[in-house]
């Protein structure tokens, strides 16, 4: 016969003792309980939704798969997109990874297409009276409101003084991110030589081939670039010669300061003082040169 569930507490206390009287045991116990806890909270895993699914009246959630019926070429790829990873999962989550943008199509679906999702989309701001005011109903759901809902540092970047235009309705998210199909860098793949090629879709000057390159290309355009939005000209991350101190190293010596084995500033010479790196006359290149192993023109 089991000991009641008192007379077995007694004997695990008398057994440890009392904080004071046993603390070895005591910060034992206390700390195999610790490790208990850290090993469930890090072994659990959280079933939930990332994004909240918006009400429309009149219209009700039905679900991935009635895209599929007309939209097959899009739905077919749509398993291969990052966003694709962003559904719910569980018993009772519904496959609204199409809906959670376009809003519940059940009266698109059941209409044959002849209605509108609730949600189609169109680029820039919304729409405007003569008087400049904003429309109390708008007639399309702007493509960065969409992905603002689940991007809010980005919408904070586009802000910024200088960025891309997207809020200003000269390029849309989707110019550059692909939401149906894929890496959602166009260029494809992980890497970021494949995000250079999204870029250099716009840029192609930067691209080359360069006789001397500049070795910061082979690790992408973001190494220098904010590429939403920044409080520098340009993009940039920094706004003077710092930008190339992060990768080119500073080393002083005899009162001198040598950057890539180089005198730049000494009792004699300026140089740094003379503006940024790219603006002094010295490394104009800073994509590439074909004339110059310093990056100049």
Known sequence: MKPARGIRLKRIWEKVGTPSANRKGWLALTGGVMILL????????VNRAVVQLPNVPGASYVGSEQCDMCHDD?????????HARLMAQGTNALDAGCESCHGPCSTH???????????TFTSGRAETSSYGARLAIERARSEETVC??????????FQLPFHHPVPEGHMTCTDCHNPHKGSIF???????????EMCLRCHPAERGPFVFEHEAMREG????HNPHGSI???LLKVRDANLCLRCHFQQVSNGQILIGGSVHESPSINRLGEGTCWTAGCHEGVHGSQVSPSLRF
Do not use: M
């Open 38 to 45: 850290l090993v469930a909270i890090s072994c659990g895993t």
């Open 74 to 82: 899009i739905y077919k790829d749509f398993v291969t997109a990052d």
């Open 109 to 119: 679906a059941e209409s044959g297409g002849d209605v509108k999702p609730p949600y």
């Open 148 to 157: 603002y809902q689940c991007h809010g540092d980005v919408r904070a970047q």
């Open 186 to 196: 166009l260029g494809g793949g992980t890497s970021q030589l494949s995000e250079n």
């Open 221 to 224: 355009c973001v190494t220098c």
């Open 232 to 234: 520098n000209a340009k």
